[in-house]
């Protein structure tokens, strides 16, 4: 079964400082890639997606990220973030060769910008 | 705002009792997920509709069904709550029910007492 990997549970940074979040993937083969956002009492929001082509994706709000196939890792980057940008962040994963739609979620980063 | 509606936004009930959310999809939108929210088991896929077809099952409990409408609105029966069926329950929606971008509501928060 597929699986997601996000080894930042909680980042603290200061405005103005670059992001960069982790996410790993166990599935091999053939994926969609996703970054959702979820600001505080709110539903969660894309940020960005890889289905296929270039590899370094541009999102909303500035954000990006760059699919390393070789390394099954799909980071998500922003080289100045806000204090707006404190929000939980989630990478989700879906197989097209084992046909499942349905998005394989990470456990979440909660970042945190200070003033 | 994502197009996908979700009633109630917040639910209090108590244990063994059996309570219903109801999803409606973005507009042209014919599939259906259902994610559970918790903070020990983090968002996990439930189940997928699609025109009204059971299409995918995830981690769903026996106690929890699902159904979708002639007019695509979907609903998460969820029966004999226990303490642990405390969460989010989140909506999505998809054009086709393939691999394209998945579309959240704001969730049913539910608490049982």
């Known amino acids: 079964a597929q699986s997601v990997s996000q080894h930042n549970h909680h980042v603290i940074l200061s405005e103005a400082a670059s992001l960069e979040l982790g996410c790993n993937y166990s599935?091999?083969?053939?994926?969609?890639l996703f970054w959702y956002v979820q600001y505080p009492g709110q539903h969660l929001q894309l940020l960005l997606k890889?289905?296929?082509?270039?590899?370094l994706v541009k999102g909303i709000k500035g954000f990006e990220a760059e699919f390393i196939k070789s390394k099954f890792s799909f980071n998500l980057r922003k080289p100045s973030v806000q204090w707006s940008d404190t929000a939980e962040y989630f990478c989700?994963?879906?197989?097209?060769?084992?046909?499942?739609?349905?998005?394989?979620f990470g456990s979440g980063t909660r970042l945190q910008v200070q003033p | 705002d994502s197009g996908v509606t979700q009633t109630p936004k917040h639910l209090i009930t108590a244990t063994g009792q059996r309570v219903t959310l109801r999803c409606s999809p973005r507009?042209?939108?014919?599939?259906v997920y259902w994610y559970q929210q918790s903070l020990d088991q983090g968002l996990q896929f439930l189940i997928q509709?699609?025109?009204?077809?059971?299409?995918a099952k995830g981690n769903i409990l026996e106690r929890f069904s699902a159904q979708q409408f002639p007019d695509l609105h979907s609903e998460l029966n969820l029966s004999s709550l226990e303490l642990g069926d405390s969460a989010l329950y989140f909506c999505?929606?998809?054009?086709?029910?393939?691999?394209?971008?998945?579309?959240f509501g704001p969730g049913t928060r539910l608490l049982v007492l």
């Open positions: 999505a929606s998809s054009a086709s029910g393939g691999f394209e971008t998945q579309y």
């Open positions: 599935y091999g083969g053939t994926v969609n």
């Open positions: 890889y289905f296929s082509g270039d590899p």
């Open positions: 989700a994963v879906s197989s097209m060769d084992t046909g499942r739609r349905a998005l394989t």
């Open positions: 507009s042209g939108d014919l599939s």
């Open positions: 509709y699609y025109n009204g077809e059971e299409r």
